[in-house]
């Protein structure tokens, strides 16, 4: 089992530029969350996918939107990037079975924004 | 919305000592608290969480306890190595059928000296 893996690692962009991060979710898992840490802080939630449809979001604007794919796969995209978006962006996978089931992090994108 | 603090922001300490990290949660319907351990250029790594139906859970040197009234949970290492620094947020979920989503502390940075 692979765990949770993101692409890509590392990326540099130019301020306004547009961003596209990807992950896949565990095996068995249906439910893919994505987070924002900033340097020194902790992971602050942006929003969670499930069945293909955001199903909540958290407090970023709309500059910052997703997609799930039928295999449970998800994107992040990011549109006229700020310096303030430069951070390590993480994607957690859970199941949607029962309450409160285990999220497993990726090893996350470094998004440099210059 | 939910808001956990978490306490201290450094702890050093000696090998073989114990480590203790405390963490207070704002939203009484927070029912799923788990612990992430994230080692540099590497993403959270769940190492135990615990229930609301549960007041403590012990996995091997890893404990946590609860105090619901209190509204703080608490993350006890026993006998520390030097791989168990990294740092190590603690975080709260209001949990209903896989609808969770995770509020992070700022995280604590533990350093074990040899």
């Known amino acids: 089992d692979a765990g949770v893996t993101q692409s890509p690692t590392h990326l540099i962009k130019t301020r306004g530029q547009q961003v596209t991060l990807r992950c896949s979710p565990k095996?068995?898992?249906?439910?893919v969350s994505w987070y924002q840490q900033a340097l020194g802080q902790g992971p602050q939630f942006i929003f969670q996918?499930?069945?293909?449809?955001?199903?909540q979001r958290g407090n970023f604007p709309d500059r910052f939107s997703g997609h799930q794919f039928p295999n449970y796969s998800s994107e992040l995209n990011v549109n006229a990037l700020l310096l303030g978006d430069s951070a390590l962006y993480l994607c957690?996978?859970?199941?949607?079975?029962?309450?409160?089931?285990?999220?497993?992090f990726g090893q996350g994108t470094r998004l440099t924004v210059v | 919305g939910e808001n956990v603090e978490q306490h201290p922001s450094t702890l050093s300490v000696q090998e073989g000592d114990s480590a203790v990290i405390k963490c207070t949660y704002s939203d009484s319907a927070s029912n799923y608290f788990p612990w992430y351990k994230q080692e540099l250029g590497k993403g959270p790594q769940l190492i135990i969480d615990i229930r609301s139906n549960v007041g403590e859970k012990k996995d091997q040197r890893i404990a946590v306890t609860l105090n619901k009234t209190a509204k703080h949970f608490s993350l006890h290492i026993t006998e520390t190595q030097p791989e168990d620094s990294a740092v190590y947020f603690c975080?709260?979920?209001?949990?209903?059928?896989?609808?969770?989503?995770?509020?992070f502390g700022k995280g604590t940075m533990l350093l074990v000296s040899p």
């Open positions: 975080a709260a979920s209001i949990g209903d059928s896989g609808y969770s989503t995770l509020t």
């Open positions: 095996s068995g898992h249906d439910t």
């Open positions: 957690a996978s859970s199941s949607s079975g029962g309450m409160n089931t285990e999220a497993f």
């Open positions: 996918y499930y069945e293909e449809e955001e199903r």
